[in-house]
């Protein structure tokens, strides 16, 4: 299904999905458009990371209802891994490590991966070699990185790194990043949060999961969203993140349940 | 266990096929008439024929193991027929005389024997069923000394060598298969490298199983004189049967002061159908004996294939400073078990004897590893390292480790380190994320997992185990 009006990369409608037959996600609404960062907010298992990967398509979820376009396409039709060569990163909130597995070896396959989808000739491991160096640069990454195993024993922080040097590297037209300011030093939030201000451009569009006004600070939301038991139930603008930081989430509850009546 | 592993794991087998060449296959059954008649088919002398039925008696007194993990139907041992050979052909002097049959199975198993032979500089000493039909590079070996023949014929052309060498690292009542094979194998490699001399290339040999319910009684000798020092890599695949087929091979190494011999296996023997029928039994004895000081024997094996692979390549150490290696990946899928590991015998001062083991299991399999090491007495400043790793795909199979360590004397060092692994849906959704599909995923995953053991193949070997593991886990691997 094409749409005319292009400028939204994603469409999520009454989105619904369950893990082992519990249901976490009860009916998601969420547009984005192009050049939008988005916030994610919301109490400790209200479903964020749920969202995150349903989105990316973990097989460990099961979607039982609504609809999601992204780039005026089903992202529901599409396997995980079409869905990141559509253009789809997720930046995970643990990433997980890969034993044994050179790092440079797999940012090189994933990045001549894309390479490939797009027509283009793939990079040999030492043009590669120059090419990430450049983008570790941007995120102050030590080289070293490039030779250990995928995450293998990195530092929480450092995995948050790794993980956004992935961005840097695939140039995804939505990214999800969650929670990627937690495990971070405040000089490493700075750096990374740079390297993301750095990527985001008017055509592609970031969705942010954070806890903490902090990430905010650096990387200003057009929109701020809270989730509670699978659903959104507010959304603002940046605002709305420092009244939260003030007011605690009991405030939304508490607002809701008023409108609500009970 | 999610459908995409399921899926992964259950690629069929790639080598499947049989091969029409005309057998010359002996009645089924075995008893010292059978023995009589392979000795005489083989013309052997009659030491070899006193050897075969001193190894008969022995196996006759002896009782099949049952220590190991592995379980299967009992083996009726008369139902097997202990002889088969290709019709007698002329003798062959280059490779175009060899049966275009045979060179076209060899092509559908992507090995290009000639191509090899001349790219790769590798002689290879075809062993077909049981016997040998064609060597190549034998000419130009002979110019620096070694001998590089089958087994049949080095009792013809030198059986002074073998008569020394044969049985004294597998003695032939060791155990019941290694007795068995002593009875009634055909035929085999036999290697002589002399003093001084480095083979200057990889010596190889295709081993390949073609006649139904014909077992396979392989029998290697590899003799390393003083400061010689050779490779060898020993690969197979057989075709696909509904009847499992026995296969009891011998091989002995025997480095001599200075010497350094290197084996290495890559095994993918048909392994049965993904319900479990079929597939070879692989009952395997394998010991290097490090005679000489400084000597150096090194295993280093690929095992995917066989319905059972029960095999401990072992060393013995006994000389000063000798060094002993065991490098393994086994890989089980579907209803396959492996009980397989190594043996260090340290008899010598200052032996060391390192041993990395990897097991991978899928499917409904089950692969143990079990490995001893011994450190006698004798042995002072004696030393060891194992590591032993395993890793699931699935749910439904199963590891097992057992390290036997046995020290008695107290300068030795002995270390072992062993780890679990599993390939889960997180990590192949990691991959997935980042745009690599499950197949290249697992690919992957695993040869992290085994580059320690793939690090020791002779490079193009290690390129051939690279792809035999993406045909049993997934189909290809790149
Ligand atoms: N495999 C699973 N089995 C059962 N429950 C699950 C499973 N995966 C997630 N859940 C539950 O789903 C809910 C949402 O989890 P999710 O990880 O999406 O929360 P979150 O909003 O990201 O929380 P946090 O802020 O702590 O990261 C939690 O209650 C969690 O326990
Ligand atoms: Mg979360």
Redesign the interface.
């Known amino acids: 299904m094409i749409r005319a009006d292009s400028d939204i990369v994603l469409e999520v409608h009454g989105l619904r999905a369950t893990v082992n037959d519990i249901e976490i996600l009860k009916g998601i609404d969420l547009t984005v458009r192009r050049g939008e960062i988005h916030a994610i907010m919301g109490t400790n298992g209200s479903g964020k990371s749920t969202l995150a990967?349903v989105l990316?398509?973990?097989?460990?979820y099961r979607v039982t209802g609504g609809s999601v376009v992204f780039e005026g396409g089903n992202l529901l039709d599409l396997?995980?891994?079409a869905r990141?060569?559509a253009g789809v990163?997720?930046a995970?909130q643990y990433?997980?490590e890969?034993?044994?597995?050179?790092n440079s070896?797999?940012l090189r396959?994933?990045y001549n991966?894309?390479r490939a989808?797009r027509g283009e000739e793939e990079l040999d491991p030492l043009e590669f070699e120059d090419f990430v160096r450049d983008k570790m640069k941007l995120l102050e990454m030590n080289p070293d990185f490039l030779d250990r195993?995928v995450n293998e024993g990195f530092s929480g922080g450092e995995k948050k790194r790794n993980e956004i040097l992935?961005m840097a590297l695939?140039e995804p037209r939505l990214a999800i990043l969650d929670e990627t300011d937690s495990g971070l030093d405040i000089d490493a939030l700075r750096i990374v949060t740079q390297g993301v201000n750095r990527l985001a451009n008017r055509d592609n569009a970031i969705i942010l999961v954070t806890h903490y006004q902090r990430m905010l600070n650096h990387i200003v939301p057009d929109y701020v969203h809270v989730m509670e038991s699978g659903r959104i139930v507010k959304t603002g603008e940046k605002s709305l993140a420092l009244e939260l930081e003030t007011r605690g989430y009991d405030w939304v509850s508490g607002e809701r349940r008023a409108a609500a009546g009970v | 266990m999610?459908a995409?592993l399921q899926n992964l794991v259950n690629q069929p087998y790639k080598h499947g096929f049989v091969t029409d060449i005309e057998s010359d296959i002996a009645p089924k059954g075995l008893n010292e008439e059978t023995i009589r008649l392979i000795s005489a088919k083989k013309n052997e002398p009659e030491w070899l024929l006193a050897f075969r039925l001193g190894a008969y008696r022995k196996w006759l007194g002896m009782e099949e193991p049952k220590w190991s993990t592995v379980r299967y139907p009992e083996i009726d041992f008369q139902a097997i027929s202990y002889y088969s050979a290709p019709k007698p052909r002329k003798k062959l002097n280059s490779m175009d005389e060899v049966d275009p049959e045979l060179l076209r199975t060899f092509e559908k198993l992507g090995v290009p024997m000639h191509e090899r032979a001349a790219l790769a500089g590798v002689a290879v000493d075809v062993i077909f069923d049981s016997v040998s039909v064609a060597t190549t590079y034998k000419q130009k070996l002979a110019e620096v000394g070694i001998i590089f023949c089958s087994i049949s014929e080095a009792v013809h052309m030198h059986p002074d060598l073998v008569r020394q060498y044969l049985g004294t690292v597998v003695p032939v009542g060791d155990n019941y298969y290694a007795a068995l094979n002593s009875a009634v194998f055909t035929d085999g490699t036999f290697c002589f490298i002399p003093k001084g001399v480095r083979c200057p290339m990889d010596l190889s040999t295709y081993f390949r199983i073609n006649t139904e319910e014909s077992g396979q009684f392989e029998r290697t000798l590899i003799i390393a004189e003083e400061g010689a020092s050779v490779s060898y890599l020993e690969g197979c695949t057989a075709p696909r049967f509904d009847t499992n087929q026995l296969h009891a091979a011998v091989v002995e190494l025997v480095a001599l002061n200075d010497a350094d011999i290197k084996y290495s296996t890559v095994q993918n023997w048909y392994a049965g159908d993904e319900n479990g029928v079929g597939g070879i039994y692989n009952f395997v004895t394998k010991r290097g004996l490090a005679k000489g000081v400084n000597s150096r024997i090194s295993w280093t094996q690929v095992e995917t294939g066989s319905a059972i692979t029960w095999k401990y390549p072992s060393c013995v150490l006994l000389g000063e400073n000798s060094v002993g290696e065991f490098y393994s990946v086994a890989v089980t899928n579907h209803h396959q078990q492996a009980d397989t590991g190594t043996k260090m015998v340290h008899l010598g001062r200052n032996t060391r004897s390192t041993i990395v083991s990897k097991g991978i299991s899928a499917g409904h399999s089950h692969n143990s590893y079990r490995g001893l090491v011994r450190v006698a007495p004798t042995a002072a400043g004696a030393r060891n390292y194992s590591q032993c790793d395993s890793m699931l795909v699935g749910d439904a199979c199963s590891a097992n480790t057992f390290p036997y360590i046995q020290v008695r004397n107290h300068t030795a060092k002995v270390e072992h380190e062993a780890s679990t692994?599993k390939i889960?849906?997180?990590?192949l959704?990691?991959?997935?994320?980042?745009?690599?599909?499950?197949e290249?995923a697992v690919s992957?995953?695993i040869?992290?997992?085994c580059?320690d053991v793939f690090q020791q193949l002779p490079m193009e070997f290690a390129v051939e185990a690279t792809k035999l593991l993406g045909f049993k886990l997934e189909g290809s691997v790149g």
């Open positions: 990967k990316a398509g973990h097989e460990a396997e995980p891994e990141a060569r990163f997720l995970f990433p997980i890969i034993p044994g597995v050179a070896h797999f396959l994933a991966t894309l989808q195993g992935q695939l | 999610s995409v692994s889960g849906e997180d990590q959704f990691y991959f997935a994320q980042r745009g690599i599909g499950n290249e992957m995953i040869n992290g997992f580059k």
